[in-house]
């Protein structure tokens, strides 16, 4: 059995093979911590960890890089517009020093970090550079690529000549609409398509031999990726907005500088998360964070459940009643597992079949909808015993990240009045009196509380 994942790259599906045997190094494009992750931010990375994990499954060693950017992201990938950690300095009232950039990415960095911890995402031994602890790398890189003839200068900065880069443009998703049409072009450039690896800025910036500034946003990528993993890397990721401007950009200059091709084998990409069928976008408008989902009651985990259900590289459409049906689900599933610990029984026999479709699945360019589709297979098959069932749906989570080990809606505690009310309905039911039983079922639900009846009684959980 092998991995096979989609690669942006040839837009075909390939068996993953790594540079050195049983070691992966891969590069996440993380976000711009000038203000708090939305969901749409949040489910590239649950998609990174499914990859993650299903790498470490198969034994492969990772070396995994989550970088937080904290300058030189402008509001257009395309190195126009207004910086957004300057546009967060704006909205926070803080005056635009360096140091004050540091203090507002640490904060919505550190905000970013414990948000994707909620979604159960592995974070263990990953690193997570800010582009401003790498300021020298990315000089360097500049530098090198000046001494080598691929930069040149103009008023504003100095720019990467694509014309001098042979394959400028290698992923998909490239037109000659999409790359020489500009609102506002600058019209100093060789090429419109011509990308800035470093913006002068006299006011506010670093020293360097071109003069004040800052890196350009693309370059932060590539010099973080060669410092920390390498001047090549097995897996680069992004969303799909990446792969027009910023991930061609990071290719050529990276190529470009070091001459070691390709500078990432596999390219994977991430489709966005939409409500009511439009991309979840602060420019939109239209955006939800994981502290709204909590405040209204669901687990992170059932938001984690959500994207399950949908392939990485199909637009998933978010809504609340969506994600009413996946928490619904998802607590079943736990209630389901929690169930098996008080009523293990002795192993009937082999899971292998499961355990085999599972992985095909996961191995089938990382299908995790069929996946869970096998997990509920396996829930529902009388013919399997509970201690099967627990152990190979451990085995799955290793995969799912679901956590299913920790029941998150069972209660410790319950209320006096509740426990009344769950003794009234038990009485009700050993009576034959059906009709009370519901009754009862609807008064405590109005309480905030489901009951449900079960083999070994009523099990009682939080809406």
Known sequence: MAIKLHNTLTGEIEVFKPIKSGEVR?????????????????????????????LEYYNFKVKQVI??????????????????????????????TL??????????GQIFLEDIKK???NTDETIFPYASEYISDQIALIGILDEKGFAYRISDGIYFNIAKFVGYGKLSGLSELDTQTRTFPNLEKK?????????FNNALGFSSEWGQGFPGWHIECSAMVIKILGEQIDIHTGGIEHIPVHHNNEIAQSEAATGKVPFAAYWLHRAHLQISGQKIAKSEGNVVYLSEIIEKGFSPLAFRYFLLNS??????????????????????????????????????????????LFKEAIENDLNTPEA????????????VSPADKRTTLLDFDKVLGLDLENNEFEISDIPKEIEQLIQERETARALGDYSKSDQLREQINKLGFIVEDTASGQKISKI
């Open 191 to 199: 090429n419109s398509r011509d990308f800035a690896l470093w913006k």
């Open 26 to 54: 891969m590069y996440h494009c993380g976000p711009t911590a000038y203000s708090i992750q939305h969901i749409g931010n949040l489910s590239m990375f649950v998609f990174t960890d499914i990859l993650r994990r299903t």
């Open 119 to 121: 979604l159960n995402v």
């Open 67 to 96: 970088n937080i950017t904290d300058f030189g992201h402008l509001t257009s990938d395309s190195d126009e517009g207004e910086d957004k950690m300057a546009r967060g300095l704006k909205n926070e009232g803080l005056s635009p």
């Open 99 to 108: 140091e004050n950039m540091r203090v507002l990415a640490r904060k919505y």
């Open 372 to 383: 869970l589709a096998v997990v509920w297979k396996l829930v529902k098959d009388g013919s």
């Open 311 to 356: 392939h990485y590289r199909t637009p998933a459409n978010f809504s609340w009643e969506a994600l009413e049906a996946a928490q619904n689900a998802y607590r079943k599933l736990k209630e389901f597992f929690s169930s098996l610990r008080s009523n293990l029984g002795k192993s009937k026999g082999s899971t292998l079949d499961y355990s085999n």
